[in-house]
């Protein structure tokens, strides 16, 4: 006989104060990055940041709409469900970063722009990594929703 034992969480209102931290933060860099003080004021972003802009704001926007619905109702799959959509959006992002590359570095004496590729590819590896975490722990939980409700 075989026993699966569930992982406790956080209460629910310590989960609910997470969801509002995350979507504060959300908010936060959303004013940031397109009203004060811009993007446009960070010495080594080149004016080909407007390029990914647009998928930096989908992504914020995205987190802030999955924390929103989270706060209000929270099953484990579609935790994970908002997981693989916020996680899918982000790895746009860190691609599209990587073939606009919007860094100058400048005559720096360190490498620069290598250590910031070594980190994109560190950043999508591990995204993808979360996203399979995210499409396992969903499907896992929707046979499970599906097991309970066939007894």
């Not at 080594?44 to 924390?67: E, H, K, R």
């Not at 590359?101 to 999508?124: E, K």
């Amino acid at each position: 006989m075989t026993t699966a034992t569930v992982k406790s969480r956080p209460s629910a209102g310590a989960r609910r104060f997470g969801y509002g931290v995350a979507a504060a933060i959300n908010i936060v860099l959303l004013y940031l990055i397109n009203v004060r003080p811009g993007w446009d004021v960070v010495p080594f972003l080149t004016a080909d940041t407007s390029q990914i802009i647009p998928l930096v704001n989908a992504s914020l926007l995205a987190g802030l709409v999955v924390d929103g619905i989270q706060s209000v109702r929270d099953p484990r799959w579609l935790v994970a469900l908002g997981g693989l959509v916020t996680t899918s959006i982000g790895v746009a992002v860190l691609v599209r970063t990587w073939q606009v590359f919007p860094f100058d570095f400048g005559d720096a004496g360190f490498n620069w722009a290598l250590l910031f590729r070594f980190g994109l590819v560190v950043a999508v590896a591990g995204a993808l990594i979360g996203f399979v975490v995210q499409a396992v722990t969903l499907g896992r939980e929707l046979h499970r929703a599906g097991s309970s409700v066939r007894r």
